[in-house]
C-alpha cells in the first residue's frame, strides 16, 4: 500500500513545477553557493530532489551533483529537464531512509520538505537524518529546510496552505499537541485532472529538538534560520512567523 506522499509525488509531476514554493530556486542555490564558497571541487547530494530544480542549477554553475528521489515519475522529469539544459547529472531512484552512499559528498540538501518530515513515525524521520550524516564527508555540511513546529503554535496551519497553494485544499486538519504532527486530508487535482483526496500526516519540528537530534549524530554547530521562499540567510531569525526553518549544520566525525 502506497503512503500518502508516494501516491502524490506520483501523481503531481508537471503542476508540482507551477506550485508557488518551487518558484524560488536560483536564490536557494546562490545560498547554497555561498555555504561552500563556491568551491567547485565539492561533490553535492540532493534527497528528495523531485523534478531537480536545484540539482540542474546547481549542475549549471559548475558543481557535480546526484540527485535521490524516491518517486521514478519525479526522477523522469528530472532526467527530462536536465536534457533540455544539456547537463549530465545522476539521478537514482532510492529511499531517504537508506542511502547508498558512505562518506562520499561535501553537502547533502534536503530542501521543500521533499522527504524528511513526512514519514509516518519519528524514528522513520531519524533514520533519514542517520542516512544523510552517513553520506558526508568529515567536514561536511547538510542544508536542509523542515516545518516549523512554532508557527502551528501561533496559526492555523489549513488557513495558511489555503491563501497560498492554487491546487491544494486541506480540510479538516488536527494539530496533535503531544506529537506535533498535523494529520489533515488534501484534495489536489493531479497531472491528468484527477481529484485526489488524500490522508497526510506531517511532523513539524521546533528548534530545540533538531538541534538534539543532530548533535546525537555528530553534527555541530547546528545553525536554525528563518526560511523564506528563494531568500535563504543566515540573517533571518527563526520566529513564530515563519512557516518553515532552515538548518545548517557541520558533519564532524570522531576518530
Known amino acids: 500500500m502506497q503512503q500518502w506522499y508516494q501516491e502524490l509525488f506520483n501523481s503531481f509531476v508537471n503542476k508540482y513545477e507551477n506550485e508557488s514554493f ?32 536545484h540539482a540542474i542549477e546547481l549542475t549549471k554553475r559548475g558543481y557535480q551533483v546526484t540527485g535521490v528521489d524516491l518517486s521514478e515519475k519525479m526522477l523522469k522529469r528530472a532526467r527530462e ?52 550524516s552517513r553520506s558526508l564527508k568529515k567536514g561536511g555540511k547538510l542544508i536542509f529546510t523542515t516545518l516549523n513546529g512554532l508557527f502551528p503554535l501561533f496559526h492555523s496551519v489549513k488557513d495558511f496552505i489555503n491563501s497560498n497553494s492554487e491546487s491544494q485544499t486541506n480540510r479538516e486538519n488536527s494539530f496533535n499537541l503531544m506529537t506535533f504532527r498535523d494529520e489533515y486530508q488534501m484534495e489536489i487535482e ?66
Request: charged share 25%.
Open 81 to 132: 529537464k536536465a536534457a533540455e539544459s544539456g547537463v549530465g547529472i545522476d539521478f537514482i531512484q532510492a529511499d531517504a531512509r537508506n542511502l547508498p552512499f558512505q562518506g562520499e559528498f561535501d553537502l547533502v540538501v534536503m530542501l521543500c520538505e521533499g522527504g524528511f518530515p513526512l514519514m509516518e513515525t519519528d524514528e522513520m524521520n531519524f533514520q533519514i537524518l542517520e542516512s544523510a
Open 22 to 53: 518551487t518558484q524560488g530556486t536560483v536564490g536557494e542555490v546562490d545560498f547554497l553557493e555561498s555555504e561552500i564558497n563556491h568551491d567547485k571541487s565539492c561533490k553535492i547530494l540532493d534527497v528528495g530532489c523531485g523534478t531537480g530544480r
Open 190 to 255: 493531479d497531472d491528468e485532472g484527477k481529484v485526489l483526496n488524500l490522508n497526510c500526516n506531517e511532523r513539524y519540528y521546533v528548534p530545540s529538538e533538531i538541534t538534539w537530534l543532530l548533535k546525537s549524530l555528530n553534527f555541530n554547530p547546528v545553525d536554525i534560520y528563518g526560511c523564506k521562499l528563494g531568500e535563504f540567510s543566515r540573517n533571518d531569525p527563526l520566529t513564530t512567523e515563519d512557516y518553515e526553518m532552515l538548518v545548517v549544520a557541520e558533519y564532524l566525525i570522531n576518530e
